[in-house]
């Protein structure tokens, strides 16, 4: 009787683990090798960008503080100089909108900030909306390091399902059968 549980609970568990597999939140790190893509910065599409402060981060922010994000074929939007301490923007715990014009993209995958300066600041996160691209959130949560590129890029998970394929097969067969003594 109760090995029926087990084992049905456990063929349950298998979908469960590749859902929790899949949905692994990637940490943002800093990129040497991003560079901008001087080429197409003109465009006609708009995109909303909303860049939240984290509640720990400095209470207010003068950096100089860019955002550079794009989709995984090489469109690219550059937003130079979004700080403007004179208004408040990027306080401690508050939200700033951005109306963002460049090039048009596919689906947004990769934001990467640019911060120059000596207060320090630290983003909770940036979601990106546009015209062909659902809305996206990166979630930052750490102070960005001073003069690097330094974000989220999901590009080629996405594009490709680019995952190393061990690390893959362990969780589809060990994160569900975990779950399974927990269900
Ligand atoms: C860094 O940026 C380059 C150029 O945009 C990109 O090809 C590469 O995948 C990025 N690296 C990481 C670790 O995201």
Not at 63 to 77: E, H, K, P
């Amino acid at each position: 009787m109760e090995w029926k549980i087990i084992v049905t609970s456990f063929f349950l568990a298998i979908p469960l683990g590749i859902v929790m597999a899949n949905s692994v939140v990637p940490q943002p790190q800093s990129n040497a090798s991003f560079t901008l893509n001087y080429i197409e910065n003109v465009g006609s599409c708009s995109f909303t960008v909303v860049i939240t402060t984290s509640c720990s981060s400095t209470s207010y922010t003068r950096d100089q503080i860019s955002l550079a994000f794009g989709d995984a074929y090489g469109n690219q939007v550059y937003a130079p100089r979004l700080d403007d301490p004179s208004t408040g923007t990027f306080e401690r715990c508050s939200s700033d909108t951005f109306q963002v014009k460049g090039p048009c993209t596919y689906q947004i995958c990769y934001a990467y900030f640019y911060r120059s300066g000596y207060d320090g600041w630290k983003p909770e996160s940036v979601t990106i909306s546009g015209y062909n691209t659902r809305a996206v959130t990166f979630f930052i949560r750490t102070f960005i390091p001073a003069d690097t590129w330094y974000g989220v890029n999901l590009c080629s998970s996405a594009s490709s399902g680019h995952q190393n394929p061990v690390i893959k097969w362990f969780s589809y067969a060990f994160v569900g059968p975990l779950f399974a003594v927990f269900l």
